[in-house]
């Protein structure tokens, strides 16, 4: 159960990092919306990583759930903010997926 709170906590990371997105290119009230949902899914996924943590180790799970928000915001940058997904960039993503999962199957 911890692991799936673990991911949901890292995409409660790429939530706030999309919101912060979002807000840049906003103005008015549709910005203080997206700085809302800003708070909203930051404040989830703290709580979510404080509460795994008392269960797993804190290196693993940091490592993951900043893993997950790194991954999932590189994605977010591609499919919503159009940003370029050059074959480095695609390369360096794969091999963060890769120790993400290579850190789960190690974890005691």
């Known amino acids: 159960m911890n ?9 409660f990371e790429v939530g706030f ?6 807000a840049k290119h906003a103005t008015g009230t549709e910005m203080l919306y ?6 909203v899914c930051l404040a989830i996924s703290m ?3 404080i509460k795994v943590t008392q269960e797993l180790p804190i290196g693993t799970a940091y490592a993951v759930w900043t893993g997950i928000g790194a991954v999932g915001t590189v994605l977010v940058g ?20 890769c120790s993400i999962v290579g850190l789960k ?4």
Not at 17 to 22: D, E, F, M, P, S
Not at 85 to 94: E, I
């Open 3 to 11: 692991w799936i709170l673990l991911i949901i906590a890292g995409l």
């Open 17 to 22: 990092a999309a919101c912060l997105g979002k």
């Open 34 to 39: 997206w700085y809302g949902g800003f708070a």
């Open 47 to 49: 709580a979510l990583l």
């Open 78 to 97: 591609i499919i919503i903010f159009k940003e370029p997904a050059t074959f480095w960039r695609m390369f360096f993503l794969t091999t963060l997926i």
């Open 105 to 108: 199957f190690v974890a005691h």
